[in-house]
């Protein structure tokens, strides 16, 4: 085989060192403009820290690999490390506060419908619900148990339309009570139509919590306390948990909108609640009922209040929180990352 200058000088420059610092940093070095990578960077970004390209040296950062490992450049990543990059495994979608009404004032089951049209468009396994699915109570006159069962209807009719698996929570405007036929408590016409109102279920490893936080004084009875240590002690203590709660553990809406702080309108013994995950591994905990989207970050368990579906009851913005909903991705090794989707409502007052 003839060897010509150029080729020779072409194999040269084809040669690459990989080499991992103290950072975890995979470096390319050499001229790179001969090394043919198709669409490999884009790919890469999908699944590792982070691709740069700077002055002819490509960066390739992962975190976990270790330090002394060197693997030997080619043209796609070998395996080795692909392999170790955390990789997706579950995605859901956190719908919260949509408030159908009897009389679908602002045109709002369409603009449900196009909320549920969006979220399939994301890969979401499935949606949980954050409470205030119907209008049923405390907006204004209560409705008959005739238009609470005509709502609930109307809700399940929506979503199953659409084809989405869901798990809904019990908010305060979901309650119907009727003391004469037994309805005290206020979730009995709800767990006609839902099963249970406090609940859990598992999807990839993942344990979720679906709690009843609208009794009484927005309190979680001890009942409900109870239910939730023995089911807790299934549980691995290394297992990711995420809770569901209408009803905010923590939530600086009252500062934001007020100017006050308050214990108004969170859990008032969410102390008690707390100290029954001490020994388990709460990463996430989804509210709703403020209709703002916050962040609160405490004692490494992330607290997101979602929003809302209807933002300000389908009038628009509700303190620059616009109709939208979570949208959440869970890796292999259980980190998770979230994004609030605005779907593009427009209200339609009439």
């Not at 080729?7 to 790179?32: C, H, K, N, P, Q």
């Not at 109570?137 to 989405?164: I, Y």
């Amino acid at each position: 085989m003839k060897i010509t200058l150029e080729l020779l000088s072409l194999m040269i420059l084809a040669v690459f060192t990989i080499f991992v610092s103290a950072v975890s940093e995979y470096v390319i070095t050499g001229d790179t403009s001969h090394l043919i990578f198709g669409q490999q960077p884009e790919a890469v970004s999908q699944t590792l820290d982070e691709v740069r390209s700077d002055n002819n040296i490509v960066v390739i950062k992962k975190s976990g690999l270790a330090k002394s490992e060197e693997i030997p450049a080619t043209s796609r990543l070998p395996d080795t490390v692909m392999d170790k990059a955390p990789q997706k495994k579950l995605s859901f979608a956190f719908l919260t506060d949509v408030h159908l009404n009897k009389n679908n004032s602002n045109d709002r089951l369409n603009g449900f419908q196009q909320c549920l049209e969006r979220v399939k468009k994301t890969d979401a396994s499935f949606i949980v619900f954050g409470g205030d699915l119907v209008d049923n109570s405390g907006m204004g006159k209560n409705n008959t148990r005739e238009e609470c069962e005509n709502l609930f209807d109307l809700f399940k009719e929506t979503v199953d339309a659409a084809g989405l698996k869901y798990y809904p929570a019990i908010g305060n405007h979901d309650r119907f009570f009727d003391k004469e036929s037994g309805y005290v408590a206020g979730d009995e016409l709800f767990k006609v139509y839902f099963k249970d109102s406090y609940y859990t279920f598992e999807r990839q490893g993942v344990h979720f919590f679906v709690l009843n936080s609208v009794f009484s004084n927005y309190a979680i009875p001890k009942e409900e306390l109870d239910w939730l240590k023995a089911e807790l002690e299934k549980v691995p203590l290394d297992a990711p948990i995420v809770v569901v709660t209408h009803v905010p553990v923590y939530s600086i809406y009252y500062p934001v909108t007020a100017g006050k702080y308050t214990s108004a309108d969170i859990i008032v013994n969410n102390k008690e609640l707390l100290a029954a995950f001490k020994k388990h591994n709460l990463k996430l905990v989804l509210q709703g009922h403020m209709h703002l989207y916050e962040e609160i970050f405490s004692q490494k368990v992330q607290y997101i209040t979602g929003g809302a579906v209807c933002a300000n009851w389908w009038n628009g913005s509700f303190h620059g929180t616009e109709e939208g909903f979570l949208f959440i991705e869970v890796d292999s090794e259980n980190h998770f990352t979230w994004r609030y989707v605005d779907y593009g409502w427009q209200p339609k007052t009439k």
